[in-house]
């Protein structure tokens, strides 16, 4: 897990799953989140970020601009 931190706020979090299976993040965000796995990127938004994950797999959060 990483995190990259932009004015004193948080830009973006990375994740690499070693495993795979879901993922939870807490949203870190107010608003509408964009979420990067594999070559998809859905939007997400609430409290709680889940994405299924594959072992291997980067998984990229970060604010929708």
């Not at 994740?15 to 594999?38: A, F």
Request: aromatic share 4%; glycine share 10%; proline share 5%.
């Amino acid at each position: 897990v990483s995190a990259e931190h932009k004015n004193g706020k948080i830009a973006r979090v990375r994740v690499k799953s070693e495993v795979g299976g879901e993922l939870r993040v807490i949203n870190p965000w107010p608003g509408v989140v964009e979420v990067t796995h594999g070559e998809t990127t859905t939007r997400m938004s609430g409290k709680l970020l889940r994405v299924e994950t594959k072992p291997g797999e980067i998984v990229l959060f970060r604010v929708e601009n």
